[in-house]
């Protein structure tokens, strides 16, 4: 077992203001001595980095420093929340009088705060902001701008961005659990203008993951983002308009899962089935997917950008069954909405910051694979479009209807990819289309590792994955009838 | 049960910042920078929410940040902190002054020209706290969710009724020597909640938010409202693929107009990245569109007298006679371009489209005749590089200028060119909670996609 990550998040974060343990007694039994259910101050220093490259010059670089203590008491379904960005312990403790007005019910009870569960962690708790020198940063960025301006002449303009996270968190309770993890998070992308015959279009592509800024250089990820962007570019240059209406759709492996994201994973998230306001509350055994479909929602994949060694509220992710051969087994529950269910938390609490309130989230949603070949999925289309990437999507959870974005289609016809389609929203109801999902293939992929869910104003970055799959029938939303 | 977390007058905290700021400065200068600006923002204020008739979350907020930018000559390094410590001041100045070192010289880089400066500032009346303890915006919540309960039996749940209020200080200065800052407060209050039909679940919302609490609606009428939304969705029926006129309704006219300016910004401009690239003194919209914003109205969301980097503010016309005016500029993306800032860094500030007729949603229903009505939008779908438009959509099917029945899972789709073109008229039912206002837009020859 792995005693680093505690020490890291001790000395980062509780050391330099003077708190041990006897104060973190004091905070948490401070905030219980009005009698709450439940409580905890979720401690947190986050570094970041990012440079940008436009127009072949490095024009931006930006230094963030974040930190701060979150402090939350639960009374019931009540819950109070107040934090500061400045940690001392008074202001902690004001922090906690704050909170805990929520509370009326509850025991008196004394809690003493442990030394702290190590967990194994997921990814190496090194800061990649000190990763590579500044030199090899700016590098880094030259060498994706050289790689997308020498993939096509018709290369315009190139744009490139690289961040760099170091997010340090410690989580204590008032079940006298103290919880710790050392987050690194890398993102590098790179967008591109294509320019002919006066027609312009963009391409896009990008990766991260939790690990150092390594990552990019190794296997030339830097240059292979740059050229899939171009590449993406140019087939838009010569994309039709795509039609409009309802069609069967083959949707390609990988980041295309952003379907599974939208379809079923937000209607899966605890507090919307607790509350009953989610189209799939109350449905836990019945048949909401086709036979085909098991989809999963695992935060233990190593150095995934989706992953934790431990959520916000200190519980181990966890690898869990939402949806088998079709049939509902399981939600993403935190602490919370887990008890007032009568549920165990899956280690989905999560929070973008201090400054916010953990909630049920997604941490890398897939779909395991199937047995079809992608090629015979193809074939089996007479008329319709191979969707083989995504812009970003939406879901109204109480109606479940949700939408999705292409980026890059294609229509089929006869069993043969055509012609590449412009830009197109999909629309959809998630239990009608994932009724719909009639064949899946064997070439499971996650994501490059790009993405963002944002819920109720919060953002924090997930993964998503599929194989190929065929949906019989989803609306298409372009301009040609 | 709870007392209002003390937030003496956030104004007294504006002299200190100003300090700050004053510190900043001298202290980036100390370490070799040629010029040196920033700018701090603070907040307080706290949020409720009630749900089902009980209070669910209150949530305390005091949020500060404090970013800097320094130039060592061309050349630009910045750094953010929440921290408005003096040491951490010094670090995020050195974190700063660390990037500006491997940044590439960049002749548009530095602070926006001297002479731009604001030198007036008048008072635009921004700051009006609300003077409502915890327990009685908790009482008030309860109040809206419960307006919204009992509006209709169809309503059986509810994602509750939330109050919040903010009051913040902004401040920004420059080695120019300009430093100002002014306070403002935001209180809004929102409902949601879901009604019931046979099968059918839907949910909608409503929200009124201003800078003083005097204008907010009614908590029965919020409430009321938000009820009245998701009854009518209940039971909606699908489209056939067709071509239609639509009505985009007030409140999300304002995406239309606010992708309009994003595609005259001047970054989207000089990175040849936007579908008006070529449209600079030509018609965009039709002859009668008067796109505008004046920065200096008192009370209003958007309202500021100097933009980010310290130019005063003015009101100015982006679209005149249906013709594109100017873009919108900062002073990096005017250098550019060769041009002159126009005083938008952070943004245009509220930002208008004329009505161009005296008609309500009613009247535009009847000119339309027969189409489609949208109350929502969904997904991303706007491509701002070809002006290409896809969007979920759900509202109602109108025939005879009346309201037929509710419509989902339908996507609009056609290009913003043709789109503003094709306006074809804007009513004077405006939406007047943002810094974007607009009466509704009838927009001829959509693509709709259904079953």
Redesign the interface.
Known sequence: MDTQVLDIARSTLLEPVGLAREHLNRLIDGVLGSQVDFADAYFESARSESWSL??G????????????CGIRAISG??????????IHLENLLE?AH??R??A?LGQDRQIRVGDGTPNTPLYAPSNPLVSLD??Q??DLLKRADAAARGADPRV??V?VNLVAAYDVVLVVNSEGQLSADVRPLVRMSVSV?V?QNGR???GYAGGGARTTLDYFIDESRAEQYAREAVRQALVNLEAVD?P???MPVVLGPGWPGVLLHEAVGHGLEGDFNR???S?FAGRLGEQVASKLCTVVDDGTLPGRRGSLSVDDEGTPSEHTVLIENGILKGYMQDKMNAGLMGQASTGNGRRESY?H?PMPRMTNTYMLAGECKPEEIIASLEKGLYAVNF????V?I??G?????LNEAYLIENGKVGAPV????L???GPEVMTRVSMVGDDLALDSGIGVCGKEGQSVPVGVGQPTLKVDEI?????A? | MSEIIQVSDIRDEQARLENVISDLIAEARSQGASAAEAGVNLSAGYSVTARLGEVETIEHDRDGGLGVSVYFGHSKGSASTSDLSPEAIRDTVTAACNIARFTSKDKCAGLADADLMATEMPDLDLYHPWRLDIDEAIGQAIECEAAARDFDSRVINSEGASISTHRGVTLYGNSHGFLGGYAGTRHSVSCSVIAQQGDSMERDYWYSANRVPEKLESMTDIGRKAAERSVNRLQPRKLSTRQAPVIFQADIATSLLRSFIGAIRGAAIYRESSFLLDAMGKPVFPDWAHIHENPRLPREAGSAAFDNEGVATRAQDFIRDGVLQRWVLDSYAARKLGLQTTGNAGGVRNLRIDASTGHELAGLLEMMDSGLLITELMGQGVNPVTGDYSRGAAGYWVEHGEIQYPVCEITVAGNLRDMFMNLGAVGCDIDRRGGTQTGSWLVDGMMIAGE
Do not use: H, M, P
Request: net charge negative.
């Open positions: 436009e127009d010059i490095v024009r931006e670089g930006n230094y963030n420093i974040d930190q701060g379904e009540k819950t109070g929340f107040a934090y500061t960005d400045d922090a704050s909170a007005a929520i009326s500044a030199g940063k700016i315009t303009q744009n203008i320019e312009r279009e963009q795509a409009a209406g309802a509350k009953g306001t189209v400054a309130l812009g970003g999507g939406q109204d109480t109606s209807k949700f939408v999705f974005s412009k830009g197109a929203t629309i959809g109801n609306t298409v939303g372009g301009t009838a």
